[in-house]
């Protein structure tokens, strides 16, 4: 067990945080294959440009993650204080979300599953 008073504990924890900008989108309804083909786009760029290449991406993630990093980029003003032009898309990751079990009815009474599977998605902001 961890020694000191519980708000001691609390404080020390507390002190570690990242303190970069971020925003998560829990249970999104895509699987986290098809987000990471459009998150793999934007790593390591500048926003506006990572907003660019997503304004034009036809994928359907696109559309999710687009607002995602609007959301971060509002963050980062916001709570942070930091300037968009200078934010670059310092790290951004799609986990795996519970899976929602459907049934598809087949010939002569079967029935096969179908997996609907959902992720949560973070990005995270960094100022360069």
């Known amino acids: 067990m961890a020694k000191g008073h519980r708000s001691q504990i609390k404080r020390e924890r507390n002190a570690n945080k990242d303190t970069r900008p971020s925003a998560k989108l829990s ?29 034009y991406n036809p994928r359907y993630g696109a559309s ?14 916001n709570n942070n204080g930091m300037n968009p ?6 790290e951004c990751y799609a986990n795996k979300g519970p899976t929602m079990k459907r049934v598809r009815p087949r010939a002569q009474g079967r029935a096969y599953r179908i997996e609907k599977r959902l992720s949560h998605i973070t990005i995270v902001l960094e100022e360069r």
Not at 64 to 77: H, R, T, Y
């Open 27 to 55: 249970f999104a309804r895509i699987s986290v294959q098809k987000a990471c083909y459009v998150l793999d786009a934007i790593r390591g760029r500048k926003v506006g440009e990572a907003l660019g290449i997503l304004t």
């Open 64 to 77: 999710i993650i687009k607002k995602l990093l609007e959301s971060a980029i509002a963050n980062a003003q």
């Open 85 to 90: 032009e200078n934010l670059v898309v310092a």
